[in-house]
């Protein structure tokens, strides 16, 4: 069984120096495709590329059962885990997205034809252009009620952000185990499947980090080679959870045989959004399942090794993400008058004090504090004073 939930009992590959506009493959190999379904009995086509209507609909007549591209069958895995509403929004808005280029001629798949379903025959010209108004009038309702969504996060990162809250975003490769690494470091019970796109909705929990205090780390949307530029604009609200971090903590599955693969997909991705310039961490997952080997072939850096399962390596990554974090951090001058010198004790406990110097009346320390520190501390702060 695939993750889409079908069984292959087939499969050819054709390499073609350009795309035949009918069929995108040569007409010989659309032969051998029809012989192959008609041998197998096979019910659906899946093409491991993206189809115009013109060429799904002609591909779907030559060979007579119902053809879906890569593109299809991604978005139909997303509406089967879409559980919330927001993620049912946004892969409503997908599917309207990705449905509208296909429509030509006597379109199938016409929604004047309830229940026609992909590969039935819409009844004709009238009814398509109904389609497609009723497509567009749907996707600006959509976009609106989603839009409505990304304000509202905006506004919970904005009150991080006077918070100063160091924020970590997991992502990575569809299945590489965010959501289990999430669990493990922050003690939570985020539902975890060993399934691709089981995360759609961004999961935000606190960490503890010491030397730092509390954190955020985000769980979202996992990645895919070649994504789909529909998906990618209905998930912007989600996608703007790892945009607005300030780093990101890159998930590799190291037990896949795909691992170096995945690892560039993953990269491409995170330069085609922008974020590159994000200090990254990267997190090698399933340690317990890869091979011995697998650990001398790897070349990211800063990397950890981890068993989210087994919680192994765990606290070599908070303290990674210490080491992180406190490249963000702000070298002040504290001074503490002799009545609240106690307070030098707590300051110890949660920062760095980098040095301790007498003054006639109190102490003045030299501290490395997190920009959520400093705001706490500011009262102390020495603005040109001598003692």
């Known amino acids: 069984m695939t993750a889409w939930g ?5 499969n050819v590959v054709q390499i073609l120096p350009q795309y035949n506009p009918a069929t995108l ?15 197998s ?16 609909r002609n591909l779907q007549e030559q060979i007579g059962v119902t053809v879906m591209d890569r593109n299809q069958v991604i978005v139909d895995i997303f509406a089967q885990r879409a559980k919330t509403h927001e993620g049912k929004l946004q892969v409503e808005l997908a599917q309207m997205l990705d449905q509208l280029p296909r429509m030509v001629g006597a379109w199938m798949g016409s929604l004047s034809r309830q229940g026609g379903g992909i590969g039935t025959r819409g009844p004709g010209e009238t009814a398509l252009e109904n389609d497609r108004r009723r497509i567009r009038e749907r996707v600006k309702a ?91 604009e209905a998930f912007k609200a989600t996608l703007e959870e790892s945009s607005e971090a300030e780093v990101l903590l890159h998930v590799i599955d190291m037990s896949s045989p795909n691992m170096e693969h995945q690892v560039r997909v993953v990269d491409d991705l995170i330069r085609e959004f922008g974020w ?35 919680g192994e390596g765990i606290d070599k990554l908070r303290k990674q993400m210490i080491v992180v974090a406190q490249t963000f951090n702000e070298q002040v001058e504290l001074y503490f008058s002799k009545e609240e010198e106690h307070k030098i004790f707590d300051l110890a406990r949660e920062s760095q004090i980098v040095k301790k110097e007498p003054a006639s009346t109190g102490t003045i320390c030299y501290a490395s504090l997190t920009p959520a520190q400093v705001s706490r501390w500011s009262e102390y702060m020495v603005a040109n004073k001598k003692y």
């Open 276 to 310: 590159e310039k994000k200090p990254i961490i990267y997190v090698y997952n399933k340690l317990d399942k890869a091979p011995v080997d697998r650990q001398f072939q790897l070349k990211a850096f800063p990397r950890v090794l981890v068993s989210a399962l087994k």
């Open 142 to 232: 959509i976009r609106k009620q989603l839009e409505g969504v990304r304000r509202h996060r905006q506004q919970h990162r904005a009150l991080r952000k006077r918070m100063n809250i160091p924020t970590f975003a997991l992502i990575g490769y569809t299945n590489s185990g965010k959501s289990t690494l999430l669990n493990a470091l922050t003690n939570s019970h985020v539902e975890v499947k060993d399934q691709v796109f089981a995360t759609l909705d961004p999961t935000t929990r606190k960490v503890f980090l010491p030397e730092v205090g509390d954190a955020l780390v985000t769980d979202t949307v996992g990645f895919i080679r070649k994504l789909p530029a529909h998906l990618i």
């Open 25 to 39: 493959a040569g007409s010989g190999k659309v032969d051998e495709i029809k012989a192959m379904v008609e041998e």
């Open 6 to 10: 079908g069984e292959v009992v087939g």
């Open 41 to 56: 009995a096979a019910t659906v086509v899946v093409v491991d590329h993206q189809l115009t209507g013109v060429q799904g």
